[in-house]
């Protein structure tokens, strides 16, 4: 995308072609206008056009562009709060339901990839949680506990078993979580992408929303070439929000996260590594990520940004982990290399907004946007639709709230991780 390898890095080299499509021209109408072409997006809209109702979706750049491209492709259940704390944070109501529904999102995901035939590389085998020490260990364990006591299939793994199902590491235990698994994220838009077109939305890519308000009983939305007048406004552009919508934008810390792919592992030595296909991260504060994709390749990915001054730091790091990791790839180096935004929020918990009469938005998926987004896609396109009352959304309706000391923030997880790779001596 925008002519840059490093835009997608992997991703986009390995992804099925995304649908052709142009830019809106012209006025347009329709009962829905979705404005970005992501995993929440794309959900809503296919979710919207399959119960018959006309969809436009509005991207700027191109389909799947920014979060939803750059994902690690971990499908995770569940956000990173605890699961006992969920009820303090949203609530008696809000809480248990937002459990509920995303310790069943997984599967919703992998459903939807077998219903619609996309061709993703998802492997629902699970993900391995690994433990740093004894305090990692104790993390995980007390995750599990919680997660246990509402009956999903959570396990924690012991140094020996850990280490057998990695095919390497030094790693003090890991949480299996036999709900998730992996795909490739970008695969995985441009599939959704597909389903939608064929459910009959439109699609409309390099269409940026230059303008949105209100105009008798709905919405109009305003491109650089065209317009959509719609009953409903439904914006799924969280962290890439521009400025049209720059609320959401600044009630999330952006934290840059990269991900290097070696090439194509000898076949003696893919075998040996991961053998049982499980997406892997540990519990370190600067984490790392792990994960095979279906060609053999290693995608090794961690917290920070591949800007001229620190992508050297951040690729000799990774080079000297994946090595310590796993030895039996010395000599083996990446391929390709990316990176993007994770929108985080305050409390670690995606944002539902009202943004006026008929116009909805969710924000901050605080890097769990697979499963999430997917889900909570679709509950948006039920509310539209009359099936979900609003107050039967998974999340309670919040006001979009700058988070405080954001550029601080922003700057210090930049600089933080330099500091934490360039210093670092062993994983």
């Known amino acids: 995308m925008r002519n840059d390898p490093r835009s997608h890095g992997l991703w986009e080299v390995s992804a099925p072609q995304a649908p052709v499509t142009a830019p809106l021209s012209g006025a347009a109408e329709a009962d829905v206008v979705v404005i970005g072409a992501?995993?929440?997006g794309l959900s809503a809209a296919l979710h919207l056009?399959?119960?018959?109702?006309?969809?436009?979706?509005?991207?700027?750049?191109?389909?799947?562009?920014?979060?939803?491209?750059?994902?690690?492709?971990?499908?995770?259940?569940?956000m990173w709060v605890l699961p006992e704390a969920m009820p303090q944070a949203l609530g008696?109501?809000?809480?248990?339901?937002?459990?509920?529904?995303?310790?069943?999102?997984?599967?919703?995901?992998?459903?939807?990839v077998r219903r619609h035939g996309i061709a993703c590389e998802a492997v629902a085998r699970g993900t391995l949680h690994c433990a740093v020490g004894a305090a990692g260990l104790a993390e995980i364990t007390e995750r599990a506990r919680q997660w246990a006591a509402l009956g999903a299939p959570v396990e924690v793994l012991d140094a020996s078993d850990t280490a057998r199902r990695l095919g390497g590491g030094r790693y003090a235990g890991a949480?299996?979580?036999?709900?998730?698994?992996?795909?490739?994220?970008?695969?995985?838009?441009?599939?959704?992408?597909?389903?939608?077109?064929?459910?009959?939305?439109?699609?409309?890519?390099?269409?940026?929303?230059?303008?949105?308000?209100?105009?008798?009983?709905?919405?109009?939305?305003?491109?650089?070439?065209?317009?959509?007048?719609?009953?409903?406004?439904?914006?799924?552009?969280?962290?890439?929000?521009?400025?049209?919508?720059?609320?959401?934008?600044?009630?999330?810390v952006a934290l840059p996260y990269f991900n290097m792919a070696t090439p194509p592992l000898p076949e003696g030595v893919r075998a040996g590594i991961l053998p049982g296909g499980e997406g892997c991260w540990d519990t370190r504060a600067v984490l790392s990520s792990f994960r095979m994709d279906?060609?053999?390749?290693?995608?090794?990915?961690?917290?920070?940004?591949?800007?001229?001054?620190?992508?050297?730091?951040?690729?000799?790091?990774?080079?000297?982990?994946?090595?310590?990791?796993?030895?039996?790839?010395?000599?083996?180096?990446?391929?390709?290399?990316?990176?993007?935004?994770?929108?985080?929020?305050?409390?670690?918990?995606?944002?539902?907004?009202?943004?006026?009469?008929?116009?909805?938005?969710?924000?901050?998926?605080?890097?769990?946007?697979?499963?999430?987004?997917?889900v909570l896609g679709k509950a948006l396109a039920e509310h539209v639709l009359g099936a979900r009352a609003i107050e039967a959304m998974p999340l309670p309706v919040r006001p979009v709230t700058p988070a405080p000391l954001r550029l601080s923030h922003e700057a210090g997880y930049s600089i933080g991780a330099a500091a934490a790779h360039l210093l670092a001596d062993r994983i």
Request: proline share 5%.
């Open 38 to 40: 992501g995993f929440t």
């Open 49 to 78: 056009a399959e119960a018959g109702k006309s969809v436009i979706v509005l991207e700027a750049d191109q389909i799947g562009f920014g979060a939803s491209g750059r994902n690690v492709g971990l499908v995770n259940a569940g």
């Open 92 to 112: 008696p109501v809000y809480g248990p339901r937002l459990l509920a529904v995303l310790g069943a999102a997984p599967a919703e995901v992998f459903a939807l």
């Open 175 to 252: 949480l299996l979580d036999r709900r998730a698994g992996t795909l490739q994220p970008l695969a995985y838009v441009r599939g959704l992408a597909r389903a939608a077109r064929m459910a009959g939305a439109r699609i409309c890519t390099e269409s940026p929303a230059t303008g949105a308000g209100p105009q008798g009983a709905g919405w109009r939305v305003t491109t650089p070439e065209g317009s959509v007048q719609a009953a409903w406004l439904i914006v799924a552009t969280d962290a890439y929000s521009g400025a049209l919508f720059a609320g959401l934008r600044r009630e999330q």
């Open 294 to 374: 279906a060609a053999g390749r290693l995608v090794f990915g961690s917290v920070g940004r591949l800007g001229w001054a620190d992508r050297a730091i951040h690729r000799a790091w990774a080079l000297r982990a994946l090595h310590r990791i796993f030895p039996q790839l010395s000599g083996i180096g990446f391929e390709s290399d990316w990176f993007g935004r994770i929108g985080m929020t305050a409390d670690a918990l995606p944002r539902l907004h009202l943004l006026g009469k008929n116009a909805l938005a969710i924000a901050g998926y605080n890097g769990r946007g697979i499963a999430p987004g997917t």
